[in-house]
Nanobody, 123 residues
Framework: QVQLVESGGGLVQAGGSLRLSCAASGDIVSINTMAWYRQAPGKERELVAD???????YYANSVKGRFSMSRDNAKNTLYLQMSSLKPEDTAMYYC?????????????????WGQGTQVTVSS
């Protein structure tokens, strides 16, 4: 089993920045892909970005150039640096992980999920 815990969400003004963290524990050697998803009220959960152990990463068009993922393997932590935030980025952000190699993975392809961290961008 894998446990994922997100942190770093909060309230920020439009144009600001936040860095989300996802700390993984448990059977982390089995993880080959990690991802960030988000879900706004009344909307479906959507993929923000994912990265696999082959070094490939995918970013949704809506965040490309503004968001960037990085990993600290020593801390078993995945980060999402978010810049130039917009009100439409307001959502609950979830970390997800898969035992398989994914790129632009589907929602149902991720076996493990965190509880989420809320990001609110004010205009």
């Amino acid at each position: 089993q894998v446990q994922l815990v997100e942190s770093g969400g909060g309230l920020v003004q439009a144009g600001g920045s936040l860095r989300l963290s996802c700390a993984a524990s448990g059977d982390i050697v089995s993880i080959n892909t990690m991802a960030w998803y988000r879900q706004a009220p009344g909307k479906e959960r959507e993929l923000v970005a994912d990265i696999n152990n082959g070094g490939s990463s995918y970013y949704a068009n809506s965040v490309k150039g503004r968001f960037s993922m990085s990993r600290d393997n020593a801390k078993n932590t995945l980060y999402l640096q978010m810049s130039s935030l917009k009100p439409e980025d307001t959502a609950m952000y979830y970390c997800a992980a898969s035992n398989d190699y994914r790129l632009n993975g589907r929602l149902d392809e991720y076996e493990y999920w965190g509880q989420g961290t809320q990001v609110t961008v004010s205009s």
